[in-house]
């Protein structure tokens, strides 16, 4: 394991709003044939996670929670390699915060002039904004930007945001964590506390260490995010 994989620690599952029927009393994962790791549901584990994966307990712990899905049913696929829309992170988001069986109500304003009330995200995006965890991608005029890649920075907001809650902010950077997190730049705090939390990693094995702020944030880094951020328990490594 590298230093990256090293700083992806899962915890325990105390934060979890529904623990998962994966894990039996001694933590340990439910196995089918061949110890195939089976996802909730009745749903064999995704055809593009390799089980050995430095992700892939992550992608478990998270699907097997109810908070995300697959990309594609025929073959079941994660995508975990593909690039998190904000309107994805949306419904991620609030999932985490109400559980899995949570759909909110349909939106009867329009906040963001780029979400139109009648999008299949709308709902999701609405109940983002209303629990604080986003104020959009443009501040005047009100943007989303639902369908553009999240960022490994926005990603880092609403990570923090879900361990500490939405009415946290983090202590002023340093600028000494990362060499490309400048205490000039609007989301260094917030990479230097997903990073000092547990939350995210470093984006490669490089010293000194990157963040990578504007890369985009991929489906699995979301997932090992999110279970680090929400305390969830994850499969052993294998």
């Given amino acids: 394991q ?98 899995p069986d949570y759909v909110p109500p349909d939106p009867t304003e329009i906040v963001f002039y780029d979400v139109d009330i009648g999008a299949w995200y709308a709902k999701w ?27 490994r920075a926005e990603l880092a907001v609403f990570m923090v945001r879900a361990r500490h809650g939405t009415g946290y902010t983090p202590p002023p950077a340093n600028g000494n964590v990362f060499v490309d997190l400048p205490t000039t730049y609007w989301g260094s705090k917030w990479g230097e506390a997903a990073f000092r939390d547990g939350i995210m990693s470093p984006c490669d094995d490089n010293l000194p260490a990157h963040f990578c702020p504007e890369d985009d944030a991929t489906r699995a880094e979301m997932a090992a995010a999110l279970a680090n951020a929400k305390y969830l328990a994850v499969p052993s490594v294998p």
């Fill in 2 to 99: 590298n230093w990256r994989s090293k700083r992806l620690s899962g915890g325990n599952d105390t934060g979890s709003r529904k623990p998962s029927p994966l894990w039996t009393a001694q933590g340990s994962t439910e196995l089918c044939n061949a110890a195939t790791l089976t996802a909730a549901k009745g749903v064999s584990v995704f055809h593009d996670v390799d089980p050995g994966d430095l992700f892939a307990r992550y992608i478990t712990s998270v699907y097997a929670h109810g908070y995300v899905v697959g990309c594609s049913n025929e073959p079941y696929e994660f995508c975990p390699g593909r690039s998190l829309s904000r309107a994805d992170m949306a419904v991620v988001i609030v999932r985490s915060e109400y559980g």
């Fill in 125 to 151: 995006v609405h109940q983002a904004w209303l629990d604080g965890y986003t104020v959009g991608c443009v501040s005047d005029p009100p943007l989303y930007c639902p369908l553009e890649s999240l960022t």
